[in-house]
């Protein structure tokens, strides 16, 4: 069975420095992955997904994710990080059949200070 | 950009109350989902539907739950007789299709207290 290891709940950073948000995870096949984030009383949004193509996967607002075969990951990385980006993210993979059944890590909060 | 609607946002009832948990899916999707995600615990899957049908369900999607597509518009979840462990925060998405090409759309989510 697919399943996805977020290393940290908590990640903080200050306005302006890098973000690294860290996923393994476990599949028996060519995974998809996907990251989304929740800011506070709003759905989950997709960030950005991996269906393999090409293995640095580009999303919306500055965010990226590669992935890596050999290290069984697919870190989330941002160059320089905004007050806005503070949420959780999720790191998500799709299970084993054909309908979508997503399969969601425990997230990482993002906090953002000044 | 089209979104994906969840009424109401919270909802408060008593154990053992029946509980119909409402959706509007983007108008052109054709698969429906409603995911879960009790309060500190991870976001679960309970349900996929497509053509009218159930297509998948987890093992917390008992005979309890139910889902309905009453209308064209409206995706809904029923809970017959809600218990204390069902409050979380209920997620309905749609897509278009059923690949994962076509990625999941979510809604704000509706938040069950079960008291």
């Known amino acids: 069975a697919q399943s996805v290891t977020q290393l940290d709940s908590h990640v903080s950073v200050s306005e302006g420095t890098p973000v690294l948000l860290r996923c393994n995870y476990s599949?028996?096949?060519?995974?998809?992955l996907f990251w989304y984030v929740q800011h506070p009383n709003k759905g989950l949004q997709l960030l950005l997904k991996y269906t393999s193509a090409a293995t640095l996967v580009k999303g919306i607002n500055g965010f990226e994710a590669e992935f890596k075969k050999s290290e069984t990951s697919f870190h989330l990385t941002k160059p320089s990080a905004h007050m806005s980006d503070a949420a959780e993210y999720f790191c998500v993979v799709i299970g084993n059949t054909g309908f979508q059944k997503l399969v969601f890590g425990t997230g990482t909060r993002l906090l953002v200070s000044p | 950009e089209p979104e994906v609607t969840q009424t109401p946002s919270h909802q408060v009832t008593q154990m053992g109350q029946e509980v119909i948990l409402r959706c509007v899916p983007i108008s052109n999707h054709l698969y429906f989902y409603w995911y879960r995600q009790i309060l500190g615990q991870k976001v679960e899957f309970l349900v996929s539907?497509?053509?009218?049908?159930?297509?998948?369900k987890s093992e917390i999607f008992d005979d309890q739950f139910s889902v309905e597509r009453p209308d064209g518009s409206n995706f809904t979840l029923k809970i017959r007789s809600t218990k204390l462990e069902d409050s979380a925060m209920y997620f309905c998405?749609?897509?278009?299709?059923?690949?994962?090409?076509?990625?999941?759309?979510f809604g704000n989510g509706t938040r069950l207290t079960v008291t």
């Open positions: 539907f497509y053509n009218n049908e159930i297509s998948e």
């Open positions: 599949s028996s096949y060519s995974p998809s």
């Open positions: 998405a749609s897509s278009e299709e059923a690949g994962s090409n076509s990625p999941l759309h």
